[in-house]
């Protein structure tokens, strides 16, 4: 029988962590939570729904220069858009 990868869990508990500390999520945090979907060299449809939650919430006026280059980053690696942005 094959284990399910759980990564999905401690990303979704991680995102908790850092929108609570002050509300928002910056570069560093998001680059934390997708290391750990990166972590097994693959990223797996549950990983990429809870990326795609989390980024969700992040709030357009929120996106620093930091946090654009790890959002296009991301759009180019999963087709995930952040609020407000465009597609590259």
């Known amino acids: 029988m094959s284990k ?30 997708l290391a750990i979907a990166e972590q097994d060299g693959e990223v797996d449809a549950n990983e990429l729904r809870v990326l795609g939650n989390i980024i969700a919430r992040i709030q357009p006026h929120e996106i620093d220069a930091a946090m654009q280059a790890q959002l296009a980053d991301i759009s180019r690696k999963f087709g995930i858009q952040a609020p407000g942005t465009t597609k590259a």
Request: glycine share 6%.
């Open 4 to 33: 399910e990868n759980r990564d999905f869990l401690e990303m979704a508990f991680r995102s908790i962590h850092c929108f609570s500390d002050d509300g928002r999520l910056d570069a560093a945090e998001l680059g934390k939570i």
